[in-house]
């Protein structure tokens, strides 16, 4: 499958601590993304890190890239209860290749 | 900037029954695509369009699903005959410059 993977499945912290979650593809990409889901809800678009960026900030989210291991990590820092979602990444190889990871759940205890 | 828009939101149908989704991209956005998203898993690319031509459609079992987007703005996907494993959520995107913009989806149920 050219599905990224995404680890972990299932993530459960407290508020106010950091949230990791990974990500790993197969194929050289021209970037990747990122999206939250919330529960019954679209994908919304979070960040976009180039093949040629190493780390992307934007607000509570650091997002880093590394090609030779074709991985890519999304820090959240000072949780939320709000932050309670699924996390996806998707890897964008030019032309139609597009895929999402398998998603990672987050939930954030008040 | 109104988003992607998309009707019905939830939709219940028996097997063997006829849906039909609508999707309102954003303005200006002229690449639309439609995935499958199953419970539990990513979604999954159904159908590209590039203003109102098929770019990629390889993974829309065209046995029973089909989609158009007449004029390059407003598009359609159809099932028909519905079957049980049919149950996901579709979601309409638009593009513009590599973002992907999703609408809430439409969340089928067929029984």
Same mark, same amino acid.
């Given at each position: 499958?050219?599905?990224?993977?995404?680890?972990? @499945?299932?993530?459960?912290? @407290?508020?106010?601590?950091?949230?990791?979650?990974?990500?790993?593809?197969? !194929?050289?990409?021209?970037?990747?993304?990122?999206?939250?889901?919330?529960?019954?809800?679209?994908?919304?678009?979070?960040?976009?890190?180039?093949?040629?960026?190493?780390?992307?900030?934007?607000?509570?989210?650091?997002?880093?890239?590394?090609?030779?291991?074709?991985?890519?990590?999304?820090?959240?820092?000072?949780?939320?209860?709000?932050?309670?979602?699924?996390?996806?990444?998707?890897?964008?190889?030019?032309?139609? @290749?597009?895929?999402?990871? !398998?998603?990672?759940?987050?939930?954030?205890?008040? | 900037?109104? =988003? %992607?828009?998309?009707?019905?939101?939830?939709?219940?149908?028996?097997?063997?029954?006829?849906?039909? *989704?609508? $999707?309102?991209?954003?303005?200006?956005?002229?690449?639309?695509?439609?995935?499958?998203?199953? /419970?539990?898993? =990513?979604?999954?690319?159904?159908?590209? *369009?590039?203003?109102?031509?098929?770019?990629?459609?390889?993974?829309?079992?065209?046995?029973? *699903?089909?989609?158009?987007?007449?004029?390059? %703005?407003?598009?359609?996907?159809?099932?028909?005959?519905?079957?049980?494993?049919?149950?996901? %959520?579709?979601? $309409?995107?638009?593009?513009?410059? =590599?973002?992907?913009?999703?609408?809430?989806?439409?969340? /089928?149920?067929?029984?």
């Amino acid at each position: 499958s050219q599905q990224g993977e995404e680890d972990p @499945q299932a993530l459960s912290i @407290q508020e106010g601590e950091n949230a990791t979650m990974n990500c790993s593809y197969k !194929t050289s990409i021209n970037n990747l993304q990122w999206y939250r889901q919330n529960s019954g809800r679209g994908l919304v678009h979070l960040i976009l890190i180039r093949s040629n960026e190493r780390e992307k900030h934007s607000g509570r989210l650091r997002v880093t890239l590394d090609t030779s291991k074709k991985s890519s990590s999304l820090l959240i820092t000072a949780s939320r209860a709000a932050d309670t979602a699924s996390y996806f990444c998707a890897t964008d190889a030019g032309g139609n @290749q597009f895929y999402f990871g !398998t998603g990672t759940s987050l939930t954030v205890i008040p | 900037e109104a =988003g %992607v828009a998309q009707s019905p939101r939830y939709k219940i149908i028996e097997k063997r029954q006829s849906v039909a *989704f609508w $999707c309102n991209p954003i303005s200006g956005h002229a690449t639309l695509y439609w995935y499958q998203q199953i /419970l539990g898993q =990513g979604p999954k690319l159904l159908i590209q *369009f590039q203003n109102n031509g098929v770019v990629d459609d390889s993974q829309l079992p065209k046995d029973r *699903f089909s989609a158009e987007r007449l004029k390059g %703005v407003d598009s359609t996907l159809k099932i028909q005959p519905a079957k049980l494993e049919d149950s996901a %959520v579709y979601l $309409c995107a638009s593009s513009y410059l =590599g973002g992907k913009f999703f609408g809430p989806g439409t969340r /089928l149920t067929v029984l």
